[in-house]
């Protein structure tokens, strides 16, 4: 019998379109993630000035969406079938979340292309956690959570393994 505070679950997923300066493509994104998700996306907005590439604060590049829960976990099913269920292990960080992208929306399972939209990728961000972490989070007697109880990558490639029928990609 494995030791139930050892098991990983998803704590969220976030789906990031990056538009810089492009109002146009910023207006496209919010309409796929929406198309995506039903949901209706926030903004991204800069807070400092880089003059080399016209930014200023107030203004929006981009927009995301977080989902957690059940509509998360169905949606990952979705998003990694796009990818091909591959992962590589470079796509991993050192607590074990990972990230991907997908090139091209009409490669999402349930999704149609559509002409306002056009031709556009996202980013998918899965943050992976254990039962415990709720006590780096909280804010009376705030923890750090122990190497023992953090996520590895092999553990959570294994955990994408079994739960999801992910393969390793090569690299």
């Not at 929406?34 to 981009?62: F, N, Q």
């Not at 099913?77 to 796009?82: E, F, G, M």
């Not at 590895?152 to 090569?170: D, R, S, Y």
Request: glycine share 10%; charged share 30%.
């Amino acid at each position: 019998m494995t030791n139930v505070m050892k098991r990983i679950k998803i704590e969220k997923i976030t789906l990031n379109v990056g538009a810089g300066k492009d109002e146009e493509k910023l207006k496209r994104g919010v309409k796929l993630l929406h198309k995506i998700t039903g949901i209706e996306p926030l903004k991204t907005i800069t807070s400092k000035r880089i003059p080399g590439w016209s930014l200023r604060p107030g203004l929006a590049i981009g927009c995301k969406i977080t989902l957690r829960g059940k509509k998360a976990e169905e949606l990952l099913r979705r998003l990694l079938a796009a990818g091909g269920n591959k992962i590589k292990k470079s796509q991993f960080d050192a607590h074990g979340n990972f990230s991907f992208g997908v090139p091209e929306y009409v490669d999402v399972p349930g999704v149609d292309y559509d002409p306002e939209i056009k031709i556009m990728g996202f980013e998918v961000a899965v943050t992976l956690e254990r039962p415990g972490y709720r006590i780096k989070k909280r804010k009376f007697q705030q923890k750090k959570i122990s190497t023992a109880h953090g996520i590895k990558v092999t553990e959570a490639l294994e955990f994408l393994k079994t739960e999801f029928g992910v393969q390793e990609a090569e690299i």
